[in-house]
């Protein structure tokens, strides 16, 4: 579903009459049943992660965080392409590597609910206050929307990316649908 709100989102965005990716009306109404979707699908996985021990994953252990991403970050930028093995590995008490769990965390539960919120508020406009400091709550609202999503897009393109780098340049994308990552 996120994929096809990119398509619509673009199609919407850089939409023209005469050469339409997806005619603007469509995308407008995929776009819109798409997201709904997603909605439905964030409130289940906020759900879950409340009541289930999958939430102990998004935990993030403040002391010494820092240095635990840049050493995560140097093995993605470096030390991968010299065969070091990974300052991290996957276990089931840990399945995400520091770096994978601030993303995550970033892109759940900081992202995900600014897309969400002006999303809702884009489909239900009269929720939106009309001026904040001076410029227009739809300008706003429309802008903080589509800067949530290109991050998000963003985020979509580089984990893709990842899944290429595994022992081969497939065996990582069985791991993006089922979550965890079976090292080789």
Request: glycine share 8%; with cysteine; charged share 10%.
């Given at each position: 579903?996120?994929l096809?709100l990119?398509i619509t989102?673009?199609?919407m965005?850089?939409?023209?009459?005469d050469y339409?990716l997806?005619?603007?009306?469509?995308?407008?109404?995929y776009h819109?049943?798409?997201?709904?979707?997603?909605l439905?699908?964030y409130?289940?996985?906020?759900?879950?992660?409340?009541?289930?021990?999958n939430?102990?994953?998004?935990?993030?252990k403040r002391?010494g965080?820092?240095?635990r991403?840049?050493?995560?970050?140097?093995?993605?930028t470096?030390?991968?392409?010299k065969?070091e093995?990974?300052?991290y590995p996957v276990?089931e008490e840990?399945k995400f590597n520091p770096?994978q769990?601030?993303?995550?965390?970033a892109?759940?539960?900081?992202?995900m609910?600014i897309?969400?919120?002006t999303?809702?508020?884009?489909?239900?406009?009269?929720?939106?206050?009309?001026?904040?400091?001076?410029?227009?709550g739809i300008?706003?609202?429309?802008?903080?929307?589509?800067i949530?999503?290109?991050?998000l897009?963003v985020?979509i393109?580089?984990?893709?990316y990842?899944c290429?780098?595994g022992a081969?340049?497939l065996?990582n994308f069985?791991?993006m649908?089922?979550?965890?990552?079976?090292?080789?």
């Amino acid at each position: 579903m996120f994929l096809v709100l990119i398509i619509t989102g673009l199609s919407m965005q850089y939409s023209n009459p005469d050469y339409p990716l997806i005619r603007f009306d469509l995308a407008v109404g995929y776009h819109d049943i798409a997201g709904v979707i997603v909605l439905i699908a964030y409130i289940v996985f906020v759900t879950a992660n409340l009541i289930t021990p999958n939430g102990n994953y998004y935990m993030i252990k403040r002391q010494g965080w820092m240095g635990r991403i840049k050493r995560q970050f140097r093995y993605y930028t470096w030390g991968i392409f010299k065969k070091e093995h990974p300052p991290y590995p996957v276990s089931e008490e840990q399945k995400f590597n520091p770096l994978q769990k601030f993303s995550y965390v970033a892109v759940m539960y900081v992202l995900m609910p600014i897309v969400i919120i002006t999303g809702l508020a884009l489909l239900f406009p009269e929720m939106i206050i009309p001026t904040f400091m001076g410029l227009s709550g739809i300008h706003l609202t429309v802008m903080l929307h589509i800067i949530s999503g290109f991050f998000l897009s963003v985020f979509i393109v580089v984990h893709i990316y990842f899944c290429t780098i595994g022992a081969t340049p497939l065996s990582n994308f069985k791991s993006m649908f089922n979550g965890w990552h079976i090292p080789h």
